[in-house]
């Protein structure tokens, strides 16, 4: 079992940056790709960025984070970071952390465990 910790969310002006950050505990920190997600009221769940398991190298980005987020991992500290910047409102959510299998999964059902979750929110 691996548990997950996010914090760093809260509120930021449109334009802002805000550091998240993901602290991993239990299991094996390095067997994972870790994952972003985040979920508007009303909407879905949806993927926003992947880092693959140490040694890889790979980072994956939904489009509408491209070139805004960046995501990170510390796996002698066990954390997983994501620098959000230039933010929009409609970036804002809760935003959750998760571990999974492979850099290519992009969907919930593909991570098998997960944050509680932090909040941000981009006022305009």
């Known amino acids: 079992q691996v548990q997950l910790v996010e914090s760093g969310g809260g509120l930021v002006q449109a334009g802002g940056s805000l550091r998240l950050s993901c602290a991993a505990s239990?299991?094996?920190?390095?067997?994972?790709?870790m994952g972003w997600f985040r979920q508007a009221p009303g909407k879905e769940r949806e993927f926003v960025a992947v880092?693959?398991?140490?040694?890889?190298?790979?980072?994956y980005y939904a489009d509408s984070v491209k070139g805004r987020f960046t995501i990170s991992r510390d796996n002698a500290q066990k954390l997983v970071y994501l620098q959000m910047d230039s933010l929009k409102p409609e970036d804002t959510a809760v935003y959750y952390c998760?571990?999974?299998?492979?850099?290519?999964?992009?969907?919930?059902?593909?991570?098998?465990?997960w944050g509680q979750g932090t909040q941000v929110t981009v006022s305009s």
């Open positions: 998760a571990a999974g299998g492979t850099w290519t999964a992009r969907l919930p059902h593909e991570y098998r465990f």
């Open positions: 239990g299991g094996t920190f390095s067997s994972y790709a």
């Open positions: 880092i693959s398991r140490p040694g890889g190298g790979i980072t």
